[in-house]
């Protein structure tokens, strides 16, 4: 169990540490702060930037992000499965290709109800 | 034995890490002078060091450095209004996730190493009580036979998880956090689009990556990835076995790499540079490193899974045993750490390759538009993936019950495979020896007048650029 | 003004669209997208209100390249305007010399040569396909982004672009401001072997046009981001007096070098490449055509090249020797963006100069289809017809 795990949490660490290090030299090697009011404005193609901080998006992103909670947990159950699906044979096979069905059945509806339409 | 594996511990992180970190500096410079090549250019060769007098430009290897140097350099900027937190805790996760991703990947077969000497024994070759070579090369192995003989295993993955590849899944999820959060505490309309477009982009791959790879899970009967790896040294290469989930997951591993022709999120054409737009410095470094970095890592993924890992055909753990079925042409008995050690490099050799063709994709596609990507995704490449484990499931449970003769063709076809592989290495690694020593020709057309003088001049510049 | 808001209302698009009158809760965002911006093609402004990243209204600013390139003539001799104007489209400064030296020469009744004529005619189809490799260049960038497959193109185009500028380099010194257009004729005769260098860098583009329309209008992920995007109607079109490839691409057969020849097109038949779709696809499928097109005027023209004299007017000796005391006219040339005019008023004060000198730039009368056929695209499609407008920002602003 140590010898499994161990090894991971230092990896773990030591990538944070790497990339503390990174962020921490870039902090105090960086060149000298010389603000001004053009360099401090959000960057907004030269012009006057509207609007301001916590700008609101359309709801549409989010629709993406439900489905892929439907999805990915959909998928998390088809992993065990799939691991033992030569024990499990034809009977397990069917038994998956009804859950998949259902996956395939929501995919369709989510579809036709214009879910995967992004461009409108 | 804790020091030993504390001390092997702390070696195999610094290979991984190393190798994903060098790789990806040299990825840049890789990218940057094969794009060149592409476009006819010169590419990037003016950063110059000077050695005893002697200016060494090593064909603009020195120019990651020299952007390194540079990015740690600039100045520190943090707009005002952006989140403090989150847009100092974004570039972290960008670039710290994608070192944790190699944790369970496997660098090479368990190595046995002798437990009473120090270093391993080079030249011990598997042979009988009277020097004979063995009956049968071991195919693969952990060191379980030979623990009586006092030899230990010494597995070159630095965390060998149960649960293998669902460790990568769940830490590569991770990686949009980054980019989300930088897009969001950046208090700019680009950025935050960038940062939608990263997010929703990301998890749309991911549900495919997870999915492609059922089909693989199915046939290899495990989520470890070295004991993929393991079954692909057995039988056949994923590649074969799976093709169409290859280029599934290929397509899902470019798309989450935020590669062309999926780099949405830093749309230079569309959103100036999406979610990193108000990061400088080595801050912008970070995500820029990160992305090469996920690269490097995407491409150590798809060589486990599909390309055959550490495998090299017909190598085995003690020897070379060339066997079509049960005709054995060449059985060589080769010492088990050479063997090992061959096929370290051998997975690694395979991570460039592919990290190279990912550099051809990027600079011959133009990009997608963000709802053909999210279409893409979500009504091609998922119910394809589905089909894939539907077609996968039938076939293999037919072969199986399909008797021994099924089966038996079956082990020559895989046996075939390997020797298309062989062939094919051979070939390319023939190719490129024969192209390295090649002579180079370039044709220009020159016509005008300033052109064609300085073409009769020998060239403009008057020291040949080292190109 | 009919046509335009029946066409608008025809494609759902409402180009007056007040932001005020829309829902407040309903989380749109203003982009100001340019000046400085990577794929505005120079300055240029988009403000995009978007709903997600959907684009409801587009409107765009013009005018942050404004030299007073007109204003300035009025105070330089005639003879001095043609390396002014040769700096308005920067992309194909052989025609602007030519609609200005024809203005002048058609005020001054100065009859050209025939040889002239013909090298003019083969000067604007060479500058033709240098402006269309250019544009292909730069739409793939667009699409493709900088940072990738879009830069191959972009650097290839840019490569055969190049021997076309050594060829102009050959005749006339400079690579690009070339000044070799003057009032009645041209100021550099053709330099021994011109022609077989034409022919050798023609040779060049011809074989590697197909590898370009490969990697372009051939290429599905390039056909995706661009069929059925930013179409604009013919009648559309033609209330916007929008000329050249963008008209043609849309269905209105129009093209004066064929319906009202000048140079030597009433002797070299010009095939005017037409398409109906009026997408962004449709635009560059046109502009490829007439590469292959030009690069076969060209051809003609150097094979049926007349002898004589280059320059039909008394030799200029110093730049006050012009004078034009009064009239006007207009002029319209077939340039690589459309119809590129230049209405002259003479008898100005001093009478060296123009009273009054206007250019009509196609690429601003372009830029107008903007809000019309931007709306109901996301940010990409309006790169993408940004882009397939072909606008070149120095003669737009002028």
């Known amino acids: 169990m140590i010898a499994t795990y161990a090894p991971l949490f230092m990896l773990l660490f030591f990538a944070a540490f790497l990339a503390s290090v990174f962020y921490v030299a870039a902090t105090f090697l960086g060149g000298q702060k010389k603000p001004n009011p053009g360099k401090q404005a959000p960057f907004e193609c030269g012009s006057e930037s509207s609007g301001g901080r916590h700008l609101k998006l359309s709801v549409k992103f989010y629709l993406t992000a439900i489905l892929f909670v439907v999805f990915d947990i959909e998928a998390v159950f088809v992993y065990p499965w799939a691991i033992h699906f030569r024990a499990l044979g034809w009977l397990g096979l069917a038994e998956m290709l009804g859950f998949l069905a259902v996956l395939v059945v929501a995919l369709v509806y989510v579809w036709r109800k214009g879910a995967l339409e992004w461009e409108t | 034995m804790t020091a030993t594996l504390l001390l092997a511990t702390i070696v195999k992180i610094l290979i991984m890490v190393m190798f994903v970190l060098n790789l990806a500096a040299i990825l840049t410079w890789a990218d940057r002078r094969q794009s060149s090549m592409i476009q006819d250019r010169v590419g990037p060769n003016r950063a110059v060091i000077k050695i005893f007098g002697k200016e060494l430009r090593l064909a603009g290897l020195l120019h990651p450095l020299a952007d390194g140097l540079k990015f740690f350099t600039k100045e520190d900027f943090m707009p005002p209004n952006a989140d403090r937190l989150l847009f100092t805790l974004a570039p972290i996760m960008a670039m710290g996730m994608v070192f944790t991703l190699v944790a369970t990947i496997p660098f090479g077969d368990t190595i046995c190493l002798h437990q009473f000497r120090l270093f391993p024994d080079f030249w011990h070759v598997h042979t009988g009580p009277h020097g004979e070579l063995l009956d049968g090369v071991e195919r693969w192995g952990t060191c379980a036979a030979d623990s009586r003989n006092g030899y230990a295993p010494l597995e070159l993955v630095v965390a060998p998880l149960g649960v293998g590849i669902l460790y990568v899944f769940a830490m590569s999820g991770q990686g949009i956090i980054g980019a989300a959060i930088a897009g969001w505490s950046s208090d700019n309309k680009f950025s935050l689009m960038g940062a939608l477009r990263a997010a929703s982009q990301m998890v749309s791959y991911e549900v495919t990556l997870g999915m492609s790879l059922v089909g693989a899970m199915m046939i290899y009967g495990t989520v470890r990835l070295d004991d993929m790896v393991r079954w692909q040294q057995e039988h056949a290469w994923g590649i074969f076995v799976q093709p169409l989930a290859f280029f599934l997951f290929f397509a899902a591993a470019v798309a989450e790499n935020k590669r062309i022709p999926f780099d949405l999120p830093e749309a230079e054409s569309e959103l100036v540079s999406g979610y990193f737009t108000e990061y400088a410095g080595m801050k912008f470094g970070m995500f820029y490193f990160a992305e090469y970095a996920e690269v490097v890592t995407g491409s150590m993924l798809l060589v486990t899974i599909f390309l055959g890992g550490w495998a090299l055909p017909f190598f085995h753990r003690d020897g070379l045993l060339v066997q079509f079925g049960d005709t054995t042409l060449l059985r060589v008995a080769i010492p088990h750490v050479f063997v090992t050690l061959l096929g370290v490099l051998a997975f690694f050799g395979k991570v460039i390759v592919v990290c190279w063709i990912q550099v051809f994709v990027r600079w011959s596609l133009p990009r997608f538009r963000y709802d053909q990507l999210m279409k893409l995704g979500w009504r091609l490449l998922l119910p394809a993936s589905l089909a894939n484990i539907l077609v996968t499931g039938v076939v293999w449970l037919a072969v199986d019950k399909a008797g021994s003769a099924a089966s038996d063709g079956l082990r020559i076809a895989a046996d075939v495979t390997q020797a298309v592989v062989a062939m094919a290495m051979t070939y390319l690694i023939g190719r490129g020896v024969v192209g390295m020593f090649g002579t180079v020709t370039h044709e220009r057309n020159i016509i005008g007048t300033s052109a064609g003088i300085a073409a009769r001049r020998g060239g403009t510049k008057t020291e040949p650029m080292q190109a | ?398």
């Open chain 3, 1 to 398: 003004m009919t046509v335009l808001t029946e066409s608008a209302a025809r494609a759902g698009v409402d180009p007056h669209l007040a932001p005020a009158s829309l829902d407040p809760e309903a989380d749109l965002m203003l982009l100001h997208f340019g000046p400085q911006h990577p794929s505005t093609h120079g300055v240029f402004r988009m403000d995009l209100l978007l709903d997600g990243e959907m684009v409801l209204k587009a409107t765009p600013y013009v005018g942050y390249l404004h030299r007073g390139v007109e204003k300035l003539c009025e105070k330089l001799s005639f003879v001095q305007q043609t390396p002014i104007v040769d700096k308005n489209d920067y992309v194909a400064p052989m025609t602007n010399e030519q609609a200005l030296n024809m203005a002048f020469e058609r005020l001054l009744g100065v009859e050209v040569p025939r040889r002239a004529r013909w090298m003019r005619t083969i000067f604007a189809e060479l500058q033709r396909i240098a402006s269309h490799l250019l544009w292909l260049g730069t739409f793939t960038l667009d699409l493709g982004g900088a940072l990738g497959g879009g830069t191959t193109l972009f650097m290839h185009c840019f490569r055969e672009r190049e021997s076309i500028l050594d060829l102009f380099e050959e005749v006339s010194g400079a690579r690009f401001h070339y000044n070799t257009h003057t009032i009645g004729g041209n100021r550099h005769d053709l330099p021994a072997g011109w022609d077989a260098n034409v022919e050798r860098a023609l040779r060049v583009i011809e074989s590697r046009l197909g590898e370009y329309e490969a990697m372009s209008v051939a290429n599905s992920i390039f056909v995706a981001r661009t069929r059925g995007i930013g179409v604009l109607s013919g009648d559309l079109a033609l209330e916007l007096g929008i000329t050249g490839p963008n008209l043609r691409a849309s269905g209105i057969d129009h093209d004066l070098r064929r319906d009202a020849p000048y140079g030597a097109y009433d002797e070299l038949p010009v095939r005017a490449c037409v398409a109906r779709e009026g997408d962004c696809l449709a635009r560059a499928r046109v502009r490829v055509d007439e590469i292959r097109e030009s690069i076969r005027l060209v051809r003609a023209g150097l094979a049926g090249l007349p002898d004589g004299p280059i320059c039909g007017f008394k030799p200029i000796r110093q730049p006050t020797q012009v004078k034009i005391a009064g009239g006007q006219a207009y002029v319209a040339i077939e340039g690589p963006r459309g119809e590129l005019g230049t209405f002259v008023v003479g008898g100005g004060d001093p009478a060296t100069a123009p009273h009054r000198l206007k250019i009509r730039a196609p690429s601003l009368h372009a830029l107008s289809a903007i809000p019309y056929i931007v709306p109901g695209h996301t940010v990409s499609d309006a790169v993408a017809i940004l882009g397939s407008l072909d606008p070149i920002m120095g003669e737009v602003d002028r």
